[in-house]
């Protein structure tokens, strides 16, 4: 088998390269920064994520978010170089750096009556970020509002529905003020949380990601890049289509996305949870290169999928790792309910058209999905791809009620009382169980 090029100890080499060559730490505090401090020390740090998203860093830099502190926006990712990665990452004590992809709507001053039980926001919510969806509306950061499609559905206590064509504003349905009724609303727009678009050399590191409407971490074209020790969570949502109810009505949102081009890169030891689609996925259309990608000990829980997968024709696939990963309750989240294709997979592996060599998912424990555990797509112009290239093994199977293990290439499926049948016929999991998993769903969350 080849190597991962991507391991901890490659990054660790990185992060003392750029320290021997004495890059600058830059510090960020929303509560006691301000813009015009130099930011180079605890005591004269910046405010805001404009200041980040905008600064010339240098290879080597280190970017550190105050613990205990929170921003809302989007934070663009800025390239470093070989050996000498820009450091996206906290400083003192505290809870883990928050990045909210949110508008907070928890005052009564927010909103105003509409008719009987209805009530819409006192102003325009969008039009500074332009022709964009929300998502979802988290309320007291526990459970979601129902997303509707038009005003004449909202008829249940939660529902929405965002204006996104019309004068972009949300209506509401509640027996009273939404501001009073709940302590926290938190309305999702469907922008990248944290934007990795065409960057290279980067780590980030220990940050809390949540309420974005779109995914998490997304972005294409990305080499040389490390996501580990982050909470991600209360993602998705957003209309893909941006027409309002017209059309396709598609959602969309995943934690952490690599669309497209990819090469090097590491998702290691970081939680996600309450994702609208995947937690982890990298694919692709067409004539891109996926390769050299580790996804490692992460804990995930209530997203449609565990970790997503597929590419088109043209393109190519090569050297992904999915190894002692986490995985519970695939399709158990906020947005299955909500969705027109409920689909809960741990792992999920739509068409491949794409040449692929050494896709590996191993040694993770796979509990509880609403579908199947595993769904493999039968892929006409390649059809015997996971038959020579896709590795299982190692791995630990567990789906209460009855409910699938497996459903491989369309036509055969797979219940926890075949997983001998499936092994035989497949010749995948030689060191595969079927058994529960060892720790319970609250046992892996803390």
């Known amino acids: 088998m080849k190597k991962f090029r991507w391991t901890s100890l490659l990054f660790l ?30 005591y004269t740090p910046w405010s805001s994520l404009s200041k980040v998203n905008s600064f010339p860093f240098r290879p080597g830099d280190r970017v550190l978010f105050a613990r205990g502190s929170q921003w809302r926006g989007s934070l663009q990712l ?23 992809g949110s508008l907070p709507l928890n005052n009564e001053c927010c909103w105003e009556a509409a008719g009987e039980n209805l009530w819409v926001c006192f102003k325009a919510i969008v039009p500074a970020f332009g022709k964009w969806d ?58 990248y949380v944290i934007s990795h678009s065409d960057v290279s050399n980067v780590i980030v590191d220990g940050l809390d990601v949540r309420y974005g409407g779109s995914h998490g971490f997304g972005g294409g074209d990305v080499k040389h890049y490390a996501i580990r020790n982050c909470d991600i969570s209360w993602i998705g949502g957003g209309d893909q ?34 994702i609208y689609d995947a937690a982890l996925t990298n694919q692709g ?6 390769s050299n990608i580790t996804y490692r000990g992460n804990v995930i829980w209530n997203a449609e999928y565990s970790f997503e997968y597929w590419n088109g024709a043209g393109s190519k696939t090569a050297n992904i790792l999915f190894e002692q990963n986490l995985c519970y309750n695939a399709g158990f989240g906020w947005g299955h309910i909500q969705r027109p294709d409920p689909n809960g997979r741990c792992i999920m592996m739509y068409g491949n058209g794409a040449p692929t060599e050494n896709f590996v998912v191993r040694d993770n424990v796979f509990c509880n999905a609403t579908e199947s555990l595993v769904r ?24 209460e009620d009855g409910r699938l293990f497996f459903r491989w290439k369309n036509d055969w499926n797979y219940t926890g009382g075949q997983f001998d049948e499936f092994r035989e016929k497949t ?12 720790k319970t769903l609250e046992q892996i969350k803390d």
Do not use: M
Not at 78 to 100: C, T, V
Not at 254 to 269: H, K, R, Y
């Open 241 to 274: 289509g941006l027409g309002g109810g017209d059309g396709g009505r598609v959602r969309f949102g995943n934690g952490i996305e690599f669309w497209g081009q990819a090469d090097d890169c590491l998702v290691e030891n970081n939680k996600l949870w309450e």
């Open 376 to 399: 493999v797509d039968f892929t006409p112009e390649n059809p015997d791809w996971p038959d020579r290239t896709l590795t299982l093994d190692g791995n630990r199977y567990f789906n």
């Open 13 to 42: 080499a990185f992060f003392l390269a750029a320290r021997a060559a004495a890059a600058a730490d830059y510090y960020v505090n929303y509560e006691h920064g301000r813009d015009t401090f130099d930011g180079l020390t605890p």
């Open 427 to 438: 010749g995948k999991e030689e060191r595969g169980v079927a058994a529960p998993p060892e």
């Open 78 to 100: 800025r390239s470093g170089a070989d050996g000498a990665p820009i450091y996206y990452g906290a400083y003192g004590q505290g809870p883990k750096p928050k990045i909210l």
């Open 134 to 191: 929300i998502g979802n509306i988290v309320i007291d950061g526990s459970r979601a509002a129902f997303k509707r499609w038009r005003k004449e559905d909202l008829k249940s206590q939660d529902d929405f529905w965002y204006d996104i064509t019309g004068d972009k504003r949300i209506y509401f349905y509640s027996d009273e003020n939404p501001g009073v009724k709940y302590d926290r609303l938190e309305a999702a727009i469907s922008k």
């Open 285 to 290: 259309v067409g004539g891109n290169v996926e």
